[in-house]
């Protein structure tokens, strides 16, 4: 099934560079132009979607998760 | 209150380009190297913070926030 | 863009029976084969999707987000 | 304590058919008629709500947790 | 329908003090014995448990959601 | 670097009481006013920010992540 676009406004284009494996979750660590930016998804997850180090990926999240802190 | 540092992995530094405010929460739109991270907060902690556009601010999210989307 | 597939395990194709758009958020409620599916996103998300009743979209979830209730 | 009503409007019922337990989260699968949905919880509570295969479950989220795709 | 128990850990018995009501979210303020603790939820859920000021309620989070800051 | 203030209202100052430690991810048990508060986070960022038992630390949570049940 192929997806033409989603609601998610903050995407991050990059390439997985490390994946450290958890018996039911995993991070997963992607190289963006923004720096690393890190996720934990199910290790099942990580199985179907046949990720790997190397893998070009966008990490996604949406706007209710994301906090502000005031410097 | 001074906080030394958060958990949170995912941390975006950038100064607000836009506020657009609802009765309830406001939608916060950072510019950062990144392009822009865009945050719903409550309307309260926006004025709490004092934010306005030009604020420097920290977006901010948690890894078990992030999705993993394949290319 | 297109996307191959994402991590996301929850997903749950149906028609958009309603928007209830508000000046930051909106409420999307899906008809699915399950019931209705109800979703919070920006209302600039709605726009930019061109979303409205009738269209076919994924309502979709992260498992960590998933909660359990015993009966 | 029994609880009469939850805000989450996203409600699945079903029965668990299958638990991954790792140390610190499980990963829990519920048969729905609207198919598998899947959550992580702690190990904690899937023990104090004796949570075993079989166990007849609601799934649930709420609506700002749940993101949109088109088609 | 009732709920035995729900798997979340975090849960905080209160009264609620202020609801401030938008046309998707409403911001409910509720009284408990660690302090004012901030829940927003669907306008249609508040309608739909009749919540009002004074309203006895539990406000619950998933530890998954819970951020740690070292002072 | 050092954070002025953040934008979550809900934050619960306390003491770690206990670490269960997974492969990617930890529990960490928050002894509070409020009763223990249940958070978890990358076992990474347990180790960036030294956590073990005794540290003080604020346990914080976004508004939209609350949920509310009436009893």
Chains 1, 2, 3, 4, 5, 6 share one sequence.
């Not at 997806?3 to 994946?19: A, D, H, L, P």
């Not at 997963?28 to 199910?42: H, K, Q, R, W």
Request: net charge positive.
């Amino acid at each position: 099934m192929s997806i033409k676009s989603i609601n998610v406004r903050n995407q991050f284009r990059g390439t997985i560079k490390e994946i450290i494996e958890g018996p039911v979750l995993s991070e997963i660590d992607v190289s963006t132009p923004a720096g690393i930016v890190t996720s934990v998804i199910t290790t099942r997850s990580v199985k179907e979607l046949e990720l790997k180090p190397g893998s070009e990926v966008i990490a996604f999240v949406k706007s209710t998760e994301v906090s502000i802190a005031k410097l």
